[in-house]
């Protein structure tokens, strides 16, 4: 079996990424930037009409499998290329699939667009560019979401866990991760909820997630 990632780890490929590389699953990374035209290209758009990274690409002896959509990439990855048995960050049973399930759905729907608001208002655009009204209104929604979130880590935290869906670190927890450090540069959002705060430092100061950045700087 081959697994081929297209994407780079400044994106949304980051979430495929890093589960591949939490499981230790070899597969070849193909750096495939979001600008410049690299993802409208015939052979790119014949793996992912929508032309968006990340892109995944699963040779295996029943044939070829490709999956769009970073979440979807993560999950599969767990799923499929997981041992399942409690001991890495695949679900061991279908309370965990479904925490991770629900949980990847859920940074979609509830974090995403306001916490990209928050990282490029805050650091991605140039000052010129930045709206603070945006950039207030987008963190004063975060509120609600991250509300839930910190609730969710003080009942793991009371049962003695230190992650989202299980004893260990988790699919969950990148899937959630990786949408939720988004909204870190905000101070006020990190002071107004330390245990989201902590439980992303915890989650990113992995080695898998900085084996994957450094190889990124070079």
Same mark, same amino acid.
């Given at each position: 079996? %081959?697994?081929?990632?297209?994407?780079?780890?400044?994106?949304?490929?980051?979430?495929?990424?890093?589960? %591949?590389?939490?499981?230790? *699953?070899?597969?070849?990374?193909?750096?495939?930037? /979001?600008?410049?035209?690299?993802?409208?290209?015939?052979?790119?758009?014949?793996?992912?009409?929508?032309?968006?990274?990340?892109?995944?690409?699963?040779?295996?002896?029943? +044939?070829?499998?490709? *999956?769009?959509?970073?979440?979807?990439?993560?999950?599969?990855?767990?799923?499929?290329? +997981?041992?399942?048995?409690?001991?890495?960050?695949?679900?061991?049973?279908?309370?965990?699939?479904?925490?991770?399930?629900?949980?990847?759905?859920?940074?979609?729907?509830?974090?995403?667009?306001?916490?990209?608001? *928050?990282?490029?208002?805050?650091?991605?655009?140039?000052?010129?560019?930045?709206?603070?009204?945006?950039?207030?209104?987008?963190?004063?929604?975060?509120?609600?979401?991250?509300?839930?979130?910190?609730?969710?880590?003080?009942?793991?935290?009371?049962? +003695?866990?230190? /992650?989202? %869906?299980?004893?260990?670190?988790?699919?969950?927890?990148?899937?959630?991760? &990786?949408?939720?450090?988004?909204?870190?540069?905000?101070?006020?959002?990190?002071?107004?909820?330390?245990? *989201?705060?902590?439980?992303?430092?915890? &989650?990113?100061?992995?080695?898998? /997630?900085?084996?994957?950045?450094?190889?990124?700087?070079?």
């Amino acid at each position: 079996m %081959a697994l081929t990632i297209h994407g780079i780890f400044a994106s949304r490929a980051v979430r495929p990424l890093w589960t %591949a590389q939490e499981l230790g *699953v070899p597969f070849e990374h193909v750096p495939t930037p /979001y600008q410049g035209g690299a993802t409208r290209t015939t052979e790119f758009l014949a793996l992912n009409p929508n032309g968006h990274i990340p892109v995944l690409v699963d040779e295996r002896p029943e +044939g070829r499998v490709v *999956v769009w959509e970073s979440m979807a990439c993560a999950l599969y990855l767990a799923r499929h290329h +997981g041992r399942g048995d409690g001991h890495d960050i695949a679900p061991a049973n279908p309370a965990e699939d479904a925490e991770a399930l629900r949980w990847a759905f859920w940074a979609v729907t509830e974090l995403e667009a306001d916490a990209l608001c *928050v990282l490029m208002h805050r650091l991605g655009l140039p000052p010129q560019r930045r709206d603070p009204d945006k950039l207030a209104a987008a963190e004063q929604r975060l509120r609600v979401p991250l509300r839930v979130l910190e609730d969710h880590l003080a009942a793991r935290a009371a049962q +003695g866990h230190a /992650y989202l %869906a299980a004893a260990r670190f988790t699919v969950a927890d990148v899937c959630v991760a &990786c949408v939720a450090n988004w909204a870190r540069p905000s101070h006020d959002l990190m002071q107004a909820f330390p245990r *989201v705060h902590d439980w992303l430092q915890r &989650c990113h100061a992995r080695p898998a /997630y900085l084996a994957l950045k450094e190889a990124a700087r070079r």
